[in-house]
């Protein structure tokens, strides 16, 4: 048992030190993808990115019994219920992919992973509106009025777009994530207003920034895992936003 962690360590420090225990040059970026491929990170790259979105996933567990223990109304457990579990989904499946894509032992899981990474921004983005859809008062009429159930149907087009296509047309599936992300919020705020915006705009512009980094794979080291930070920063302004005007 001990023998096999002290190899599992040395493996894994090889990334860093050669087999005289030099420090190796580590290898900081491979070249960017062709259009129709995923871009292969480096084993540092790969770290990083395990990282910036593996230590989210007790948080998000947290957050999500925090939102229980403030609740007092239905609609109010419901959206933690719903909204705690896209935060905690999108972090652990986000995790497990870049653990596996690292391990490079399981190709058809690794594809799985990914796929299922993918699928979770458009549940994310719907489960990251939900609790402003569930616990606000919404018009009577208009477009915002049926938002609550228009963001899932959008996800669920999302999903079976980007299932039928995966990894191609991939500025197209951006700029669905982005229309998904953007688009009902402008609805809302044109027709309805609610609490909150000051901190929903700035959650909304960090995305938006993320997703230049999310497009620039093999431009420079670790765009990924930068793009994993500003996920993680919009994530943390919604649920404070969530918190202060909702629980
Ligand atoms: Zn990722």
Known sequence: MLQSIAQDILSYTRIFFNKNNELKSIKWMNRKALP???YCPTPIEHIANII??????MPSIMATMHMLDRAHTTPQYVSALVYGATLIFLFSVS??????FYCNKHRNLKDVLHRCDRGMIYIFIAGSYFPWLTI???PNEGWA???NWIVWVMAFLGIVYQ???HEKYKTLETLFYLFMGIGPSLTILTEHLISGITELSIGGLLYVLGVIFFKCDGVFPFAHAVWHLFVVMAAAVHYYAVLKYLY
């Not at 910036?52 to 996933?57: L, R």
């Open 163 to 165: 299932q039928t296509f």
């Open 136 to 138: 606000e008062q919404l």
């Open 95 to 100: 995790t497990s992919f870049h653990c596996v």
């Open 145 to 147: 009025s049926s938002m």
């Open 52 to 57: 910036t979105h593996g230590i989210w996933v």
């Open 36 to 38: 129709n491929e995923a």
